[in-house]
């Protein structure tokens, strides 16, 4: 266990704890052909609640996909019952690891404790640990205040960041993706990468059974890609799900200097003002 990170023993043993809340923050790409929701009320851990990731968007906004307002965030805190005060346990069973977005959402909105259930449902299942159907029985609670987001990077700042350099950009995409000259497979734009960035494909990160490596691993995962641990580090992704994990594995790194770019991929690429980079880089 550590502040960001917690086994399926350590859940299983702490799930009786009257202030622990356990989120189920599965989201699945449009390809997976998967329904979150109707897969939770078919099984889900003893005691978990739905956050509805998908939901969680800023439909106001101009970038593709945007973390949602602070309010909205509430609402949904409210309408699940928590309360200041109550440690967060989320787990995800999408194959692009969405529990390390709901972290980095609830870690820069909103001052509590939380954590991602290393190895997330798929270690907890295949470990024959309890499960449990249906919708949770959930008392509303009171809309807390949330903060503005913290470690949120936007366009502007990204192409300012272009003459500066006072940040590294690390993208978690594939590596196809990362050199692509052609569309996006998955979001549909222009292909390729923010000039200068990095790649660290996120799925380095994990050992086979979905959890993550070794701290000493994944700190050479990233020095291997070419990132400098000493000085700060923004990442992006396709749509900033991603790239959570990233920041996810940074932290268990004890990082603290670093920002995610809201929108990333979908909302750089389909600028067409924007300068792209493609193949292997320099």
């Known amino acids: ?27 699945h790409l449009p390809a997976a052909g998967r329904d979150a929701r109707a897969e939770f009320a078919s099984a889900h851990i003893p005691g978990a609640r739905f956050l509805d990731l998908a939901s969680l968007v800023d439909q106001t906004s101009d970038v593709p996909s945007a973390l949602p307002r602070p309010e909205q965030l509430a609402a949904r805190i409210a309408d699940l019952g928590i309360q200041l005060g109550d440690r967060i346990v989320i787990y995800d069973d999408s194959a692009v690891k969405t529990a390390a977005r709901a972290w980095y959402l609830l870690t820069s909105l909103w001052i509590a404790p939380v954590a991602v259930l290393d190895g997330g449902f798929a270690k907890w299942r ?29 366009k502007a700042d990204m192409l300012a960041n272009l003459e500066t350099h006072a940040e590294q950009v690390l993208d978690a995409r594939s590596a196809d993706r990362f050199e692509g000259a052609g569309a996006d497979p998955v979001h549909g734009v222009e292909g390729g990468r923010i000039p200068g960035s990095y790649n660290l494909p996120f799925s380095e990160l994990y050992n086979e059974d979905g959890t993550f490596r070794p701290a000493d691993e994944l700190r050479s995962a990233f020095e291997n890609a070419g990132v400098d641990l000493g000085k700060p580090i923004t990442t992006t992704c396709g749509s900033g799900v991603t790239a959570s994990v990233l920041l996810l594995a940074l932290a268990q790194l004890g990082k603290t200097d670093w920002a995610l770019y809201d929108g990333s991929w979908s909302d750089w690429g389909s600028d067409p003002a924007t300068p792209k980079s493609t193949g292997p880089r320099d």
């Open 126 to 154: 295949a470990e024959g640990r309890p499960l449990e159907a249906g919708d949770a029985d959930i008392e509303a609670s009171s809309m807390p205040e949330l903060r503005q987001p913290k470690r949120l990077r936007m």
């Open 1 to 27: 266990m550590t502040d960001n990170l917690v086994s399926t023993e350590w859940l299983a043993d702490a799930l009786s704890d009257e202030n622990l809340v356990v989120l189920d923050a599965s989201l």
